[in-house]
């Protein structure tokens, strides 16, 4: 099981946290995701994922994803 965290700014409330959880979700091997309300986020996949993929599946959405 590979993880990456990383740290999504631009939240500005749950909302943004519950749309974020569900994109993140749907790229192929994403087992699980937590995502904080401060932006601190985890997934975990069984193969690695770059940050480069988690900004596209965010892309439009207004975010940022930068490392921790």
Do not use: W
């Not at 999504?8 to 749907?26: D, M, P, Q, R």
């Not at 986020?41 to 892309?59: M, N, T, Y």
């Amino acid at each position: 099981m590979n993880e990456t965290t990383f740290k999504i700014n631009g939240f500005h409330c749950e909302a943004c946290v519950k749309l974020s959880t569900l994109k993140i979700k749907k790229i192929s091997y994403v087992t699980e995701v937590t995502i904080q309300p401060d932006g601190a986020s985890k997934v975990c996949a069984s193969r690695v994922i770059a940050r480069d993929e988690i900004s596209e599946a965010l892309d439009g959405l207004g975010y940022t994803v930068t490392s921790i």
